[in-house]
């Protein structure tokens, strides 16, 4: 079917419940005030519906929480090993002392030292 045509029949549908509407609008407000109570059910009860599902919900967080945080903790440990890993390593690197053969003052760098004998002995 043609796009057009559909348009023309969706247009057609519109002024037609439009006019009906428009005509017959007692019927329609006689319609909406029965259809007040069974809506009010419907929400009701989907509102209760939804919010006990949430609730529940909150409560399985909450008591999951203490073992969601023990299966945190192991990658917490391993980040932490791998920094103090991190750490020794700067400790080793460290324990590489340039010192200076003039006044036997240490430094990190050999970089460092050269630098200091230029500013210091020359
Ligand atoms: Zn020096």
Not at 11 to 17: D, N, Q
Not at 35 to 43: E, F, Q, R, T, W
Not at 81 to 88: A, D, L, P, Y
Request: hydrophobic share 35%; charged share 30%; with cysteine.
């Amino acid at each position: 079917m043609h796009p057009v045509v559909k348009i023309l029949i969706g247009a057609l549908m519109v002024v037609v419940g439009v006019y009906s509407t428009a005509t017959q609008l007692d019927k329609l407000l006689y319609l909406a005030k029965g259809a007040i109570g069974p809506l009010l059910v419907l929400i009701g009860a989907f509102i209760i519906w939804l919010e006990s599902d949430e609730w529940k919900m909150i409560r399985e967080e909450s008591e999951s929480e203490r073992s969601v945080q023990q299966q945190f903790q192991p990658a917490n440990n391993e980040e932490v090993q791998e920094e103090v890993k991190e750490q020794v390593t700067q400790e080793t690197e460290e324990e590489e002392k340039h010192a200076c053969p003039d006044c036997g003052k240490e430094f990190d760098t050999e970089r460092g030292m050269k630098i200091h004998r230029s500013q210091k002995h020359e």
